[in-house]
């Protein structure tokens, strides 16, 4: 995608990440290499704003009260709160992994029953639009730092 943009006279890119956990930093390296003149900024749109002002969940890493909030807000109708579990987790064998010292691919249906992460049961879309709109606001704010550069 790069190398088409780039070809067609692209300067800029902002690659909206909303995958948590997935970062392209090594890639965005790269590129910056081979196209020293072409601008990539990586958001993570889970990560911009902190949670605490929004959620009441302190154990939110997958379909727990904050990206719920969020789906709930954007696309009401994905959400099955009725099918929601509660967020247990089985702890992994490695404490360090467990404490988030170290990070280690997970397999889904060994570490939690309905392969949530965080409780969702307090999820509102009210909670889920407040989070956006100031997510929305920051990620603003750098387009319009981009467009200045």
Same mark, same amino acid.
């Given at each position: 995608?790069?190398?088409?943009?780039?070809?067609? &006279?692209?300067? *800029? !890119?902002?690659?909206?990440?909303?995958?948590?956990?997935?970062?392209?930093?090594?890639?965005?390296?790269?590129?910056?290499?081979?196209? =020293?003149?072409? #601008?990539?900024?990586?958001?993570?749109?889970?990560?911009?704003? =902190? #949670?605490?002002?929004?959620?009441?969940?302190? #154990?939110?890493?997958?379909?727990? +009260?904050?990206? %719920?909030?969020? !789906?709930?807000?954007?696309? $009401?109708?994905? @959400?099955?709160?009725?099918?929601?579990?509660? &967020?247990? @987790? %089985? /702890?992994? =064998?490695?404490?360090?992994?467990?404490?988030?010292?170290?990070?280690? /691919?997970?397999?889904?249906?060994?570490?939690? +029953?309905? %392969? &949530?992460?965080?409780? $969702?049961?307090?999820? %509102?879309?009210?909670?889920?639009? *407040?989070?956006?709109?100031?997510?929305?606001? +920051?990620?603003?704010?750098?387009?319009?730092?981009?467009?200045?550069?």
């Amino acid at each position: 995608m790069v190398d088409s943009l780039h070809g067609q &006279g692209f300067k *800029k !890119l902002v690659i909206v990440n909303g995958h948590g956990g997935n970062t392209f930093k090594g890639h965005v390296r790269d590129l910056a290499k081979k196209y =020293p003149n072409f #601008t990539i900024v990586v958001v993570d749109w889970w990560s911009i704003i =902190p #949670t605490g002002d929004y959620f009441e969940e302190k #154990t939110d890493d997958h379909a727990g +009260e904050q990206e %719920t909030s969020v !789906l709930l807000h954007y696309r $009401p109708d994905l @959400v099955k709160m009725e099918q929601a579990g509660d &967020g247990k @987790v %089985t /702890p992994l =064998p490695m404490e360090s992994i467990n404490q988030k010292v170290g990070w280690l /691919p997970r397999h889904w249906q060994l570490v939690s +029953e309905d %392969t &949530g992460i965080g409780n $969702p049961k307090k999820s %509102t879309a009210e909670k889920g639009e *407040k989070y956006a709109e100031a997510v929305v606001e +920051e990620i603003a704010g750098l387009l319009i730092e981009m467009r200045e550069l």
